[in-house]
């Protein structure tokens, strides 16, 4: 008795309007595996097979006329081909709108975090452990990576906007079968507008950061992964003027699409996208160290670093910054004051410096430092930017500029964390920045606004008040 007559005594025509959407997976599977698995095999052209892959399912969906509510037939078919030979449910969130982040958990935990912050948890799952492992192995195919027991753990970049991280057993419990996190870094223009609206920053703090990188002050944007760094950093980037050349250096994947165009497709502005690449081989590896020697033969006129992670790094960003290159960065740091503590701890791992002369160099080099933040209701801000202004015996000298207060957390009527706050001036920048800016072309006009002292009342323990001060001495470390 044939296979086709086996299907027939097991699926009747009552029942296969009641399968479910696996069942008819493991139906179609079986079916293509025992009558086609020579002509599907991958020793011949991949591409012929996955065309002669899809033809099958096709007849035989057809053929038993399957069917799934909410679902075409050309839907069904195409589910259950990415089921088998793609990356199944994956394809529909890694390039859906608005993704930022897709996370594993387990075969049956998934969640995904939008661009604004959300995270929610989707309905789709794999079937199993091992439906989980054979999904990621495809995945991780597509970039010549792949994962086994020998190598339960792996890092790669399935676009150049894709960075995947995934763990199989024996790292991560048999029964979950697959722990994977996938960073989507969505190349969409971020306005000011939508910077403002999001309640992200004010329109004052980012004239600013667009006066700093247009008249050549460097810029360290600091904060946690998932603060917003990155979406702050493409902005400022996008506002280097067109006639200014701009050199980029990422690492693994490209999240920056700075180049403009026109109807035609012809470029407008001078922008170089570069991006490291690693080798088995350390003569051969790429990194930011050695890009960054060659950018600086390219006369940049602003080079953005995509993110400052080692000593050399570390130190060789900020030479450039001192040496008459602005630079735009970002680090991981826990506030804007010690972001200046962790450039010089990350410059120590290699260098045999004192840290009173690493902390002039890193204080010299990025006199402004941006603080970003995720706060409770997913929302990202601008937490603080601080003009960091000397290094004098053993303490950081540093000017808060403006700031985002948090008056209150609220739940709304859906439950829902509402974070309510607002964004303030503290106080203007130095004349030391002021004469940098100046000296370097800015009108004095725009500077104003930047000079403007905040200077409130406030009140002391006595009774009296006095104008709060403006310039901040830390100990190196705090």
């Known amino acids: 008795m044939g296979m086709e ?35 599907l095999s991958t020793e011949g052209n991949q591409e012929e097979a996955r065309k002669l892959l899809r033809e099958f399912i096709g007849q035989y969906v057809l053929s038993r006329s399957y069917h799934i509510e909410g679902m075409t037939t050309e839907e069904l078919c195409d589910t259950l081909y990415e089921d088998m030979a793609g990356i199944s449910f994956l394809k529909k969130w890694i390039y859906k709108p608005g ?19 959300r995270s929610i948890k989707i309905p789709d799952r794999f079937q199993s452990p091992q439906h989980a492992i054979d999904v990621t192995r495809r995945l991780l195919n597509t970039c010549g990576m792949v994962i086994d027991d020998t190598m339960p753990s792996v890092i790669g970049f399935l676009d150049k906007n894709i960075r995947i991280s995934v763990d199989k057993t024996p790292i ?49 944007i600091a904060g946690s992964t998932g603060s917003g760094k990155t979406t702050v950093m493409s902005w400022l980037l996008s506002m280097v ?45 790429i990194d930011q160290d050695l890009l960054l020697e060659r950018v600086l033969r390219k006369h940049p006129d602003v080079i953005g670093v995509g993110e400052m992670r080692s000593a050399k790094e570390a130190l060789s960003v900020a030479e450039s910054s001192r040496t008459g ?47 970003t933040k995720q706060l409770e209701d997913g929302s990202r801000k601008i937490m603080q930017i601080i ?27 859906n439950g829902k964390i ?28 725009k500077l104003i606004p930047f000079l403007q002292e905040a200077a409130p009342r406030k009140q002391t323990k006595g009774g009296s008040s ?3 001060d403006t310039d901040h001495s830390i100990p190196a470390d705090h």
Do not use: W
Request: overall charge negative; glycine content about 6%.
């Open 5 to 39: 007559s086996l299907n027939d005594m097991f699926f009747t025509s009552a029942s296969r309007e009641n399968l479910t959407y696996d069942q008819i997976l493991e139906d179609v599977q079986k079916y293509c595996t025992s009558n086609h698995a020579d002509k």
């Open 99 to 117: 993704i930022e982040e897709v996370n594993i958990n387990a075969y049956d935990d998934i969640e995904v975090i939008e661009s604004g912050g």
């Open 172 to 220: 991560v419990d048999a029964d979950v079968g697959i722990n994977a996190s996938i960073r989507i870094v969505n190349q969409q223009s971020v306005s000011r507008e939508k910077l403002v609206a999001a309640g992200s920053a004010t329109d004052e703090m980012l004239d600013l950061l667009t006066c700093c990188v247009r008249y050549g002050v460097s810029v360290c």
């Open 241 to 285: 003027p067109d006639n200014r050349r701009l050199i980029t250096i990422e690492e693994g994947s490209r999240e920056f699409d700075l180049i403009k165009r026109d109807a035609e497709g012809h470029a407008l502005n001078s922008v170089v996208h570069l991006l490291t690449r690693p080798h088995e081989n350390p003569s051969l590896d």
């Open 325 to 371: 290159h602005t630079v735009v960065t970002t680090i991981h740091s826990n506030s804007s004051e010690s972001t200046y503590r962790r450039m010089m701890t990350l410059a120590k791992r290699k260098y045999n410096m004192a840290d009173d002369i690493l902390m002039q160099i890193m204080v010299e080099a990025y006199p402004i430092v941006v603080f």
């Open 387 to 413: 003009e960091g202004e000397d290094y004098q015996n053993g303490k950081l000298c540093y000017r808060p500029l403006y700031q985002y207060d948090v008056a209150d957390n609220r739940r709304d009527e």
């Open 418 to 445: 509402v974070v309510i706050g607002s964004h303030k001036k503290l106080g203007g920048i130095s004349e030391t920045l002021k004469k940098r800016m100046l000296d370097n072309g800015i009108p004095a006009k």
């Open 466 to 468: 006095h104008a709060m």
